[in-house]
């Protein structure tokens, strides 16, 4: 088994889960596990947000690389995949070859829902929580639609904004708007509901999940690096917030 | 009222299943994991339990339901937990801190601000909950295995 097979299978898969929006004790672990199940000596590996390093020993040489991993999104359908063909090929169910064939396959694939059904979703889930919130039928509509406007201006700015706690705090700023909008040429909504509804889509359920699952597998500087990116998400859309209701003062 | 909060539950984390791009199968899991934790977290305070009780409580239940699954379903137990703790998620109490900010309230918005993170905290450590079970259950698992090899 050639050692840049193995190599290459490990990376591609370890960063195909980082990039997902993967936990780093999941990237070491996949990758640890591949180069162990195909034979090569004294596997380490290493994982941050950020970067992938991993080296092993094969018939008495020495390898090591590291890749860099500066986007990322939120596609746990990939991971779940990457993982079913890591666990796979480690029972000995696929060979090698077919397992780097498979990851380069998914790493193809395009995300399982199209995008306008992303936003749909965005705009549901908005609409939903402010009524679970507290909120009458008739927030209903309007928060959907400040939802809607957070997503489609978070995707929209980021295209040319690649500063991800800006853009985070324009879109929230911009739900923010539409709904004082609402609120202004229709007294009889309630600006907290519509305001809560509007800013569930930036809530970092990821990143916070990820840093206490990293935290809890012992990979501390992981764990606290996404604490604090969920914190600054929160932030921002404090601030956001803040600046809306001081219009309404 | 119960029944239009189970609905609105389920269809909230449904959405951030989609939201999250998580596999068609496990999607109706993920918004089974929501409902079940909006039920006990509306059926607790019946009981007399305060919010960062029930909080606790019911993210205790959907951590443990979204490792119960991925053991299941064979998927990593993300899939489910992210969008299960949604409906739990302390949106007006957080609202009404920076309210309170805005207008010079400086006592009362930390008040708010300490409970919103209480309640945050409740939920982090009902997800570090159910990740510790499950690991104490691999644990014993592993070490009854490696008792019959020896």
Redesign the interface.
């Known amino acids: 088994m050639s050692a840049d097979l193995v190599m290459d299978t490990c990376l591609l898969a370890g960063t195909m889960i980082l990039k997902s929006g993967g936990e780093t004790y999941r990237t070491e672990e996949t990758m640890t596990r591949i180069a162990q199940a195909a034979g090569m000596d004294d596997v380490n590996s290493s994982a941050t947000p950020t970067s992938v390093i991993l080296s092993f020993r094969c018939q008495g040489q020495d390898h090591t690389r590291m890749v860099r991993t500066p986007k990322r999104t939120t596609n746990l359908n990939k991971i779940t995949l990457v993982n079913d063909v890591s666990r796979r090929f480690v029972s000995g169910g696929i060979t090698l070859s077919e397992a780097y064939r498979t990851l380069r396959e998914i790493d193809q694939k395009k995300p399982v829902y199209p995008k306008w059904m992303q936003h749909m979703a965005a705009a549901t889930a908005s609409g939903a929580f402010s009524m679970l919130a507290g909120g009458t039928w008739l927030d209903l509509g309007p928060s959907a639609l400040a939802g809607l406007t957070v997503n489609l201006s978070m995707e929209y700015f980021e295209r040319f904004v690649h500063m991800k706690f800006f853009t985070e705090f324009s879109a929230a700023l911009l739900g923010g708007l539409v709904a004082l909008l609402f609120v202004t040429f229709f007294p009889q909504l309630h600006m907290s509901i519509l305001i809560i509804g509007a800013m569930l889509p930036l809530f970092p359920g990821i990143a916070i999940t990820n840093s206490l699952r990293d935290l809890m597998a012992g990979d501390l500087v992981a764990g606290v690096s996404r604490g604090v990116e969920a914190m600054l998400t929160a932030v921002s859309v404090a601030v956001a917030t803040a600046i809306i209701l001081w219009f309404m003062r | 009222m119960l029944i239009?909060?189970l609905a609105?539950?389920l269809?909230?984390s449904t959405?951030?299943c989609?939201?999250?791009?998580?596999?068609?199968r496990?999607i109706l899991a993920g918004g089974m994991a929501g409902m079940v934790g909006?039920l006990v977290f509306s059926f607790l305070p019946m009981l007399g339990a305060e919010v960062l009780l029930s909080t606790l409580v019911s993210a205790s239940v959907v951590s443990l339901l979204s490792q119960l699954l991925s053991v299941l379903l064979?998927?990593?137990s993300?899939?489910f937990?992210?969008?299960g703790?949604?409906?739990l998620?302390p949106?007006?109490l957080?609202?009404?801190s920076?309210?309170a900010?805005?207008?010079n309230d400086y006592v009362g918005g930390i008040t708010l601000a300490t409970q919103t993170l209480l309640v945050a905290g409740a939920?982090?450590s009902g997800?570090?909950f159910g990740?510790?079970v499950l690991?104490i259950w691999k644990g014993a698992r592993y070490a009854g295995k490696r008792t019959q090899r020896d």
């Open positions: 239009k909060g609105l539950s269809i909230s959405a951030w989609i939201l999250f791009n998580v596999p068609v496990t909006w064979r998927v990593p993300t899939n937990s992210v969008a703790v949604i409906p998620v949106g007006s957080a609202y009404k920076m309210l900010f805005v207008n939920i982090a997800l570090i990740i510790s690991t």
